[in-house]
């Protein structure tokens, strides 16, 4: 019943003081923090995260960008050089390498009861042109894979979140090894979860 999940605060959250405000709604639900730590990523630890080799989560990028630019009416290969799923993931791929390269991050790992998908509802669509209001990227960001690609950048969301147990279990080994990672009795669990 218990999930652990991992979630990455970006340079822009870190950069804008934001992280506390983001912690905080994780921790306001019940979800608790059971390993933390902030640091400079470098590009392979970046390439372990969003491997360039994972071709369908590439092809998922590019054609997300894809549909955004024909919700909006935008000519993507005018725009990015390729319609191409493939090449326009391996750009985005390109863009959140630099882009988790460029500050500090804090990379935190939550448990909770669901704590996947209550940490994606909490975080919001993940392009915040797409986000309700309420979430955190509904709330603190505007940004949209339109406006990222013709300024060829990452879109700026603030939070990464798994997306699912299997990319949670993968990622929170990428970030922290097993000693970083801590168990405690919360109050939630004591008036939640008996």
Request: glycine share 6%; proline share 5%.
């Amino acid at each position: 019943m218990i999930e652990q999940t991992l979630i990455l605060l970006k340079p822009d959250a870190v950069a804008r003081g934001l992280t506390g405000e983001i912690i905080r709604r994780f921790e306001r639900v019940g979800l608790k923090i059971i390993a933390a730590k902030m640091l400079q990523a470098t590009a392979d630890l970046i390439n372990q995260h969003y491997p360039p080799a994972r071709r369908e989560l590439l092809i998922n990028m590019g054609r997300t960008t894809l549909e955004t630019d024909k919700k909006l009416g935008i000519d993507t290969k005018n725009v990015s050089g390729t319609d191409d799923p493939y090449e326009l993931g391996l750009q985005i791929q390109k863009y959140n390498v630099e882009f988790l390269q460029s500050g500090p991050i804090w990379a935190l790992v939550l448990a909770g009861p669901h704590a996947i998908s209550v940490v994606r509802k909490i975080r919001g669509a993940t392009l915040p042109s797409d986000a309700l209001p309420g979430t955190i990227n509904g709330d603190y960001s505007f940004d949209s894979s339109h406006v990222a690609n013709s300024t060829q950048r990452s879109v700026r969301n603030l939070v990464h979140a798994s997306g699912n147990k299997e990319e949670a279990e993968l990622e929170i080994k990428i970030w922290f090894s097993p000693n970083e990672i801590f168990d405690y009795q919360s109050v939630h669990q004591q008036f939640m979860l008996t």
